[in-house]
């Protein structure tokens, strides 16, 4: 007979990251979730088959990567060191890759290192990114919407080459507005709320200024394959990094789940809709802990790529909720995003006109993931500010994640994770 195991921690879902402004952090009552149907007729297995083929693969991994990195940059930041930390890699991706493709020389080199991109042409990156965002918007049993938008002042020109590649490449819908005005940031927070259904009510609380405003969003929405009972979730202890404990909802459920564990750490990916996307759930053992886990994790994620063998789990996975808000700025610069957010250096001819000078102002990120016993939901926006000086077992595993955990939600077809980060405090 083989040894119980037990789990008890738990690393918070991929796509979500503490701000300067704070995060907030709810168990109790999630909102319901509301499935929805995709805004695109769903792939056949032979059409999914071949986008599939498509899809750059290279271009996940360093999408993954750079989250991991980002992820681990923001941990040492002190405002995000002792509390959950959560992004969206795919949202901050897209959202600069609207920014890429309006940069040149140094500029433009500095962000393709940063982003994993480095010897790729600006086509091939747009080309990978639409069909990366095809494939993950169609089918898995699961709703995930993209959208992408343009925000700029009146009278501005941006080139049409930009614009076309934009919206080509990313359907970015092209808004003009007075940035500088209370009415733009009403009419930015409402497509941020309409994108987000209503999960990431407002990004802006002053009008966003600048000259232009580059905005991503994604939203998630999944069932789990196998719902929990809440007549089976019960308030437990949560052991925190600290030692001391709090009382939190803890759901639980046996099963048949992807299981593998290593000598300091077991992880589980729960599948949602038709099985094609997870969560992934990393936990570190009781005689290891989440600083041991996160310096894996930043080393080296191959451990916890291809697939898990199958495993009769007893299940025990926290109900919560997690809103955070920050900005990106300072991490990005400390990966080496420099040129970009230099007044002077900063080099956006391929969006400029001649004789204007643009540079990145800000960069802010919000997420929102809302674990029920039906499923999860799952928001993200990032807003670039551009600115301008110019103008089998017999006995079940036991997994009860009731300490700090990482997860990721992954797109198991690609690898792309979607959300990821670390659950400190549920």
């Known amino acids: ?18 701000c300067a402004q704070g995060s907030e952090i709810q168990s ?16 056949s297995a032979q059409e999914r088959k071949e986008v599939l083929g498509k899809v750059d693969t290279g271009m996940v991994k360093a999408q993954n990567d750079f989250g991991l990195r980002l992820h681990q940059a923001l941990s040492n930041s002190p405002e995000y060191k002792s509390g959950n930390l959560i992004i969206s890699p795919y949202s901050i991706t897209q959202a600069l890759a609207l920014a890429y493709n309006g940069t040149a020389g140094d500029t433009a080199a500095e962000m393709s290192d940063v982003l994993g991109w480095k010897g790729m042409s600006v086509a091939d990156i747009n080309e990978g990114n639409r069909q990366l965002r095809s494939l993950l918007e169609n089918g898995g049993g699961v709703v995930l919407n993209v959208a992408n938008s343009v925000w700029h002042q009146p009278g501005l020109e941006m080139k049409k080459t930009y614009l076309k590649a934009v919206k080509d490449s990313y359907g970015v819908e092209v808004r003009e507005t007075d940035l500088m005005q209370e009415e733009a940031m009403n009419a930015i927070n409402q497509w941020v709320k309409d994108k987000t259904s209503s999960m990431i009510p407002t990004i802006y609380d002053e009008p966003p200024g600048g000259v232009a405003v580059l905005i991503n969003a994604v939203y998630f929405n999944g069932g789990w394959m196998d719902e929990f009972d809440p007549a089976n979730t019960v308030d437990e202890e949560f052991t925190l990094s600290d030692g001391t404990t709090q009382k939190i909802p803890m759901m639980k ?3 048949r789940y992807s299981y593998k564990e290593g000598e300091s750490w077991q992880a589980i990916r729960i599948p949602y809709g038709d099985g094609r996307m997870h969560m992934l759930v990393i936990l570190p053992k009781e005689s290891s802990s989440m600083d041991e886990l996160q310096q894996q994790l930043w080393k080296d994620t191959s451990v916890w790529k291809g697939d898990f063998p199958h495993e009769t789990i007893q299940l025990g996975l926290p109900k919560f909720k997690v809103e955070q808000t920050f900005e990106l700025p300072d991490a990005l610069q400390s990966l080496g995003m420099i040129q970009a957010f230099d007044r002077d250096a900063a080099d956006f001819s391929a969006m400029a ?8 102002e800000k960069i802010k990120h919000k997420t929102v993931v809302d ?15 551009i600115e301008t000086g110019a103008v089998l077992t017999t006995e079940p595993i036991v997994m009860n994640i009731n300490r700090p955990f990482f997860i990721a939600i992954e797109d198991r077809d690609t690898g792309a994770w979607l959300f990821m980060g670390s659950v400190l405090r549920p």
């Open 1 to 18: 007979m083989r040894k119980r195991k037990v789990l008890t921690g738990l690393c918070l879902l991929m796509g979500l990251t503490a």
């Open 28 to 43: 109790g009552e999630p909102q319901a979730i509301v499935h929805k149907q995709p805004k695109v007729k769903e792939l």
């Open 253 to 255: 459920r046996k099963g």
């Open 353 to 360: 006109h001649d004789g204007e000078k643009f540079w990145i």
């Open 371 to 385: 674990v029920s016993e039906k499923g999860t939901v799952a928001a993200a926006i990032t807003a670039v500010g």
